[in-house]
């Protein structure tokens, strides 16, 4: 989480813009927003937030919020790929967005060319859907997430990387010690095996080709090693407990598996 403190060090008089995404995209963690709108407004400065991860997830008000700029994106709401959206407080006429295409001065002169009707329908719909379900997925998601969390820290040498509590529902990042990310996941994932159908991740898909580190677990305080031993579940409305049954017990199975293999 933000340390709301070394912001404030950071906020001058000449501060223009200070953007911090609302859910962290790795260990779902919700940021304090308001609290940093407020700041970022008090030295006069514009407060952008990348609130793709939380939309349709969590209820996003940007008058509440005292969001300035906001972009999400379809496909974290299961609108197709391809769709996002970029929304501009237009209070007092202060910011001017540079045309990101230029040609026909489509949307108010931000991005020209040929609008795409199918994707933008639907996303509205996404998101008409999403504010109506999401109490129900909250309950359902968040009971899955909880009970697939629960049994793989009762793995020796597991724990919950980021805040516990304050973060989005479906999301868990979880360490692993001692054992290496990259062959669990190819170990959950070995199409010779039962468990074929597991996808997980040990960073975002925005950094997918990176050797490095996750940045956000480094920025958590772990070491190379442990950041390189940690895996984030993220769940979906379609999952099921039949399916939390058989990911929990393939893991289980290959972290013994590696680890009698390091010894």
């Known amino acids: 989480m933000i340390d709301i403190g070394e912001l ?25 927003i308001k609290e940093i709108a407020d ?46 959206a970029l929304f501009i407080r237009q209070r007092m ?18 991005r020209s060319g040929t609008l795409n009707v199918p994707g933008i329908v639907a996303l509205g719909h996404a ?15 968040g009971a899955l997430r909880d009970y697939l ?6 793995i020796e040498g597991t724990s919950v990387n980021g805040n516990s509590s304050s973060r989005l529902f479906n999301t868990t990042n979880i360490l692993f010690k001692g054992v290496d990310s990259d062959a669990l996941i190819m170990g959950l ?16 898909a925005c950094t997918s ?9 480094i920025g958590l305080g772990l070491d190379e090693i442990s950041a390189f031993s940690s895996i984030r579940f993220s769940l979906g409305r379609f999952n099921t407990i039949n399916e939390i ?8 199975s290959n972290v013994s598996i590696l680890r009698q293999m390091s010894n």
């Open 8 to 32: 404030k060090s950071l906020l001058r008089d000449d501060t223009i813009l200070v953007s911090v995404m609302l859910a962290n995209n790795e260990t779902g963690v919700l940021q304090p």
């Open 39 to 84: 700041l970022s407004h008090g030295v006069g400065a514009l407060f952008m937030s990348d609130t793709t991860q939380a939309v349709g997830k969590i209820p996003v008000n940007v008058d509440e919020l005292g969001i300035d700029l906001l972009c999400l994106s379809g496909h974290k709401l299961y609108a197709p790929k391809g769709i996002g």
């Open 93 to 110: 006429n202060r910011i001017k967005i540079p045309a990101l295409l230029h040609g026909g001065g489509h949307e108010k002169g931000v």
């Open 127 to 141: 998101c008409e859907i999403a504010k109506k379900e999401l109490p129900k997925n909250a309950i359902q998601i």
């Open 149 to 154: 969390e629960n049994e793989l820290l009762k």
């Open 189 to 204: 994932s070995n199409p010779m095996n039962i468990f074929s159908t597991i996808a997980v991740s040990n960073g975002s």
């Open 209 to 217: 080709s990176s050797i490095e580190p996750s940045h956000v677990l």
């Open 245 to 252: 049954h058989i990911v929990i017990e393939a893991v289980k």
